[in-house]
């Protein structure tokens, strides 16, 4: 547990507001609350304030004390989210366990989506259920192939779930292009890189959008955020956190988002085996597909990640967004 200095903060990374967050989680739950922990404090996207992520402990006689996650941030972004998440959850509860055993080649497909316990859209804070067990980053670092292997069978899981008609935004890839991606990518002069790698940026977008012509429109439950620290595991579940940016769209998205990031992050011979049990997990449930579109999507992974490295370090991070784009029509290159 973070310690609660004198101050009024809570220390540690990142330091916020303790009783400012005490007040907001105890009006929403309607009883007092205590702060245990603050998770993350991370700037908005589209600029339009803080996103913070707490643990609260209820308090008093009688009040059930299992801590519970407070979400904090613009109006529209939390909704949002929210909104997403809540269908999500009923989707975990219909393919909970829908796909294979608990061991060997067929990882179980034990979806897992914190409950939604109250929201406040107006003012942009909601409460939810606290999901327990390791990030699935940290288990890849240790070599946990069954940990890849239950996370994609997870998402098969999710993705069996058609959102057309529902009231989510539909993104096919130019779509997630336009509101994924910052800065876009002819617009890497303003963070400070040289013309060079902002035509290389741009012309690596326009690749992405060309290979993905062809690709059929689909609406199916799309999370659009996954990565290896989205995912907790526990000995029976498999927990997928952060809906703010969930649409309907193609699977591919959710699958090469994840499969770019693990190979950007990991070393090779690491990722080469995790990214492979993820798939033999996955296509235990495909039904769309996946594979025939996966390595467009992947692609556009590294150019989204190599947009944000720009945005987030500026000119320091040249080096390796040059290595982004690389990867994004090399990626290109080997699937044509």
């Known amino acids: 547990m973070t310690g609660r200095p004198a101050g009024g903060t809570l ?3 990142p330091a916020a ?52 996650v407070l979400k904090s941030g613009p109006p529209a972004l939390v909704a949002a989210g929210a909104r997403a998440q809540r269908y999500a959850h009923v989707v975990a509860g219909a393919v909970g366990s829908a796909t294979g055993g608990p061991t060997g080649r067929h990882a179980r497909c034990d979806l897992a989506v914190p409950r939604v316990l ?28 069954h940990a890849a292997r239950r996370t994609g069978a997870a998402l098969a899981g999710l993705h069996s779930a058609d959102a057309g008609g529902l009231d989510l935004p539909v993104r096919d890839l130019a779509g997630c292009l336009a509101d994924l991606v910052l ?6 002069a303003a963070a400070g890189l040289e013309r060079r790698l902002v035509a290389f940026g741009t012309a690596t977008a326009d690749a992405v959008l ?14 659009r955020d996954v990565h290896a620290g989205q995912v907790l595991l526990d000995e029976h579940r ?32 690491r990722a080469e085996a995790a ?3 993820l798939l033999d997990g996955y296509l235990t449930g495909d039904t769309t597909g996946v594979p025939a579109r996966l390595a467009v999507h992947e692609a556009f992974t590294y150019l989204r990640l190599a947009c944000k490295r720009a945005r987030l370090h500026g000119p320091a991070a040249a080096g390796t967004v040059e290595d982004l784009l690389t990867r994004a029509r090399l990626t290109l290159a080997a699937a044509s």
């Open 275 to 277: 990214v492979a049990a």
């Open 11 to 13: 220390v540690g990374p």
């Open 210 to 223: 060309a290979a993905a012509h062809d690709h059929p429109a689909l609406t199916r439950l799309v999370h």
């Open 238 to 269: 498999t927990w997928l956190l952060d809906w703010d940016l969930a649409a309907a769209g193609d699977p591919a998205v959710d699958v090469g988002n994840l499969v770019g990031t693990i190979r950007a992050k990991y070393p090779p011979a």
């Open 118 to 145: 109250r929201d406040d859209a107006a003012g942009g804070r909601v409460l939810m259920e606290r999901a327990t067990g390791a990030r699935l980053a940290d288990l890849l670092r240790r070599d946990d192939l």
């Open 17 to 68: 507001d303790v009783a400012g967050l005490e007040a907001v989680a105890g009006r929403l739950a309607g009883r007092v609350v205590r702060l245990v922990e603050v998770l993350s404090v991370r700037a908005d996207r589209a600029g339009a304030g803080a996103v913070v992520v707490a643990v609260v402990r209820p308090e008093g006689p009688g009040a059930d004390r299992d801590p519970v």
């Open 183 to 188: 800065p876009q990518p002819e617009h890497l």
